[in-house]
């Protein structure tokens, strides 16, 4: 992995992309692009008002939008709705970054998306069967954030990519 090269994070809600996303990008000296914030900044709310204002299908047609958008400027780390998989211009836009999988079992997500403002629609088993197969295509590396903390996912990343730890170029 180069530092001049996009880093995508991606997993079902809950795995923590927004968290380590941070955590990466301020390691690496790149800014962090989150697909929650840019809804808020472009559309005037977090993606659970969006679904229930205009549908599940605008919500990720403008999730794939900052996907693709983001991914066409300079390096960055973004933290990408796990909908941006279910669209193949995303998904070949990534071929581009590197991409991190954040994953957790089923019942650990579902734990950490009762304490959260998104979608209340949330079903882990089933959105995984779905995306499952996306995220195999494109992840180059994958963190289990069920027994990792994102310090810990930031400390593998570094390692497994050979990019400098915080601290040293």
Known sequence: MKKNKP???IGLMGS???TTGRL??????????DSDSFLRSRYG????EIAAREGADVLHEREAEHLIEELAGEPKVIAAAASTLDDERAREAMRAAT???LDADDEVLTQRMRTS???PEFAPAALRARREPYFREVA????DVGVLKPEEVLAAVLRDSGLPAPGRD
């Open 140 to 143: 180059d590396l994958k963190y």
């Open 7 to 9: 880093i995508v994070l």
């Open 16 to 18: 923590g992309k927004s």
């Open 45 to 48: 709310g977090p993606s659970a």
């Open 24 to 33: 990466v990008a301020e390691a690496l000296g790149l800014p962090f692009s």
């Open 117 to 119: 403002d998104h979608r």
């Open 99 to 101: 991409v991190i999988w």
